[in-house]
């Protein structure tokens, strides 16, 4: 021990990194804010557009949100709303489903709409899993 009252002290303990996710996630990121920029077009331009493609458009965009947090390591808002977000995005993509039902767009057969909303889900399967592990307290942002 040291005489000087002033100096810093010093410890062995080491900070712990901060997680850098894989660049597949970041591209993940870049792809779906892509998305969600042709279906802000969509609802804007768009000529069929309803409430329900406003309200799912907005999800999306606060889903990015946290998606964002999980990605790059940061905090947005409050871990406890982040929960409450993934339940309402994951709703509103089926909600938007069962609404959708037999209801096909114009010159879309029952197969082709089914094969596009397969899609829509193997692509979202990844923001959701992200968002949920973004809602967890374990996470490491949040500690």
């Known amino acids: ?4 009252p002033y ?5 062995d303990l080491a900070i712990e990194p901060q997680v ?5 996630w970041k591209l993940y990121y870049v ?5 969600i920029l042709l279906s802000i077009v969509a609802v804007v331009f768009g000529d069929q ?11 999306s965009i606060v ?9 790059f390591s940061r905090k947005i808002f409050v871990r406890r709303i982040w929960f409450p977000v993934f339940i309402v995005f994951l709703l509103s993509d089926a909600t938007s489903v069962l609404l959708a039902g037999g209801d096909f767009p114009a010159g879309l057969d ?15 399967v990844p923001a959701y899993v992200a968002l949920y592990y973004y809602s967890k307290q374990k996470h490491r942002v949040w500690n």
């Open 31 to 35: 792809f779906y804010l892509f998305l």
């Open 7 to 11: 100096k810093t002290p010093e410890s």
């Open 110 to 124: 029952r197969s082709y709409f089914l094969t596009i909303l397969a899609l829509t889900w193997l692509i979202s």
């Open 20 to 24: 850098s996710r894989s660049l597949w």
């Open 49 to 59: 557009i309803d409430l329900l493609d406003f309200i799912n458009t907005f999800v």
């Open 1 to 4: 021990m040291e005489d000087n």
């Open 63 to 71: 889903a990015s949100l946290g998606l964002y947090g999980y990605v």
